[in-house]
């Protein structure tokens, strides 16, 4: 099996999140996250960092307690920035601009 940078050294599977991303709006540290899901705050750094992919359970746990779907949380192809998600391709011109 051929390893990359993006794949998990133990499975060759890369998983990227934004586990990070809803945290931080939340205000939450890993700590403060870490409790509400009964694991150590190192596994927090850990998953965000994509150096650890979370069990199922513990994947469905995250999910609850964001109260998002697991497929907006976790997936196995690099996620797009988000305000490009929100609010389209920026490198278009803009109204009103030339480009």
């Known amino acids: 099996m051929e390893y990359d940078s993006n794949s998990h050294p133990r499975t060759g599977a890369a998983l990227f999140n934004r586990v990070a991303v809803?945290?931080?709006?939340?205000?939450?540290?890993?700590?403060?996250?870490?409790?509400?899901?009964?694991?150590?705050?190192?596994?927090?750094?850990?998953?965000?960092?994509?150096d650890f992919n979370p069990s199922l359970e513990l994947a469905f746990r995250i999910s609850e307690y964001f109260g998002l779907p697991l497929e907006a949380i976790?997936?196995?192809?690099?996620?797009?920035?988000?305000?490009?998600?929100?609010?389209?391709?920026?490198?278009?011109?803009?109204?009103?601009t030339s480009k």
């Open 22 to 50: 809803f945290r931080a709006e939340r205000g939450l540290s890993r700590s403060a996250l870490a409790d509400a899901l009964e694991i150590n705050y190192q596994t927090v750094g850990y998953i965000e960092r994509g």
């Open 74 to 96: 976790f997936s196995r192809k690099p996620f797009r920035p988000l305000s490009e998600e929100i609010y389209g391709n920026r490198n278009s011109p803009r109204p009103g």
